[in-house]
């Protein structure tokens, strides 16, 4: 009796959903190699005013800045070019219940030119055509609280047929294509994330929509496996010999693949839903009194000083061409990031001198032990673990892991070159493993063996492949033959 209910539920979800899942496994191919296109705060930050060193004149209009920033807590801070003016500065600051945003001195307010601006410095090619886009669409799909539409669209006459969307309100990049790029995400991440605007501009609809299609998947391949467990074991029971109940055909081959390759399609499938949702507080209470901490640091500066050691600052990477600069708090360490044309650079101030940042493991002790506890713990990894890991390599080493015995058993990773920190308690840390983990096999010893990697994940998406085009065959027929049925009886 249960054996017809998931025959049921697998033979009714399989039809509805098979012809998705052989599009999301296709499109899971080319997200191996290419993604949804987007424009890096890197690359945003390398188009905009070059930071111009500061005369005298500068420095007071600095100065004074500086001298009307709140006099505690605040918690973000950046200093960068004037959209019209390079010599003239704005100054961003967050506490943590305002944010607002000071200029050296009364410039007007943002518009088309500073767009146009802005593109040209993106690229020196020339500009064909510039379209106002009022709604999302495929390339920019939702509004993001850093920005609202209109955008600007610059159509760049290039070889790569280039298009960049700047916002009108900021005069800043949102998203940057190319033909190539288009066509790769129409193949791949618009399918595979469901990345249609009309859709995904509706951020909770496009979200619950995943969840629903995802959990049904999730139902179905648990129907499907507990179908084939019970097939194989009444064909035991009854001749002690284990052989599929299928002779022939496509229900055959469904059967097979189902049974080699269903565990890991319901890997896939169950991980994609967990992309959506967090893990529950049930599963483990969080305190989050480390992360609490880590927020609630305060930027220190010198207003009397601060100016002078900007230009000094400017004046070191003057052949990169400076563009942002910004200031960071670890503990008691204090230290500024500079942004150029061509990368970025932690700098610190050590007695008179700015040097690069190099945390020494004291530093470190030090500082996980006033955040966390003097019972916390401090090592250096000089590899990849499973939760600071990139496949791609794009995470440095070495870094130093932190864990605190707090209840959250808080974990932190801080990279001493950078100051760069990743944060994991209980519950983040499962998620990893339920999401990245199950989703793209991102787990260490896999990491470390790109070959092994590469074998697992192209096995797992081609067994996928396979199972939901023989589901997709076996839909058809099932619909073909109701349809057939329907039509002989007519009158």
Known sequence: MMSKFFFKIHRVLGSILSLFFLIWFASGFVMLFHTFPGMSKTDRIKTLQTLASLDSIRICRLDSLFSLLPSEGITALTLRSHHKEKGDYQLSWETKGEKGTMGTRMLPSVDYTDALAYAQRYSTAPILRVDTIHEPDTWVPYKRDEYTFPIYRFFYADSLHTELSVAAQTAEGVQATTRSSRFWAYMGAIPHWIYFSSLRQHRELWSASIIVIAALGTLMCLAGIYIGVCSFWKSYSSSRVLKIPYKRGIYRWHH????????????????????????????????????????????????????????????????????????????????????????????????????????????????????????????????????????????????????????????????????????????????????????????????????????????CLTGGLLLSYTSVVLSLRKIFRKWRKTSRNRP
């Open 256 to 459: 097979i693949l189902g049974f080699v390759f269903g565990l890991s399609v319901l890997s896939f499938i169950f991980s994609g839903m967990m992309s959506f949702r967090e893990v529950p507080q049930s599963v483990f209470s969080a305190d989050g009194s480390v992360i609490r901490k880590l927020e609630q640091q305060q930027i220190k500066i010198d207003k009397r000083q601060e100016s002078i050691w900007i230009d000094k600052l400017i004046r070191m990477y003057v052949n990169e061409q400076p563009k942002m600069i910004s200031w960071h708090t670890l503990g008691d360490i204090s230290y500024w990031e500079v942004f150029t044309a061509k990368g970025s650079y932690a700098i610190r101030l050590q007695g008179n001198n700015l040097v690069p940042l190099n945390l020494s493991e004291a530093e470190v002790t030090c500082f996980a032990h006033n955040l966390m506890g003097t019972d916390a713990s401090v090592k250096l990894l000089t590899h990849y673990d499973n939760y600071y890991i990139d496949r791609r390599g794009g995470l440095l080493l070495p870094v130093y892991l932190l864990e605190g015995k707090d209840a959250d058993l808080s974990s932190l990773y801080l990279q001493p070159y950078t100051g760069e920190l990743k944060y994991y308690d209980e519950n983040s840390r499962l998620y990893r493993i339920l999401y990245q983990g199950l989703h793209s096999l991102i787990f260490a010893p896999l990491i470390a063996r790109p070959w092994l990697w590469w074998v697992l994940i192209l096995l």
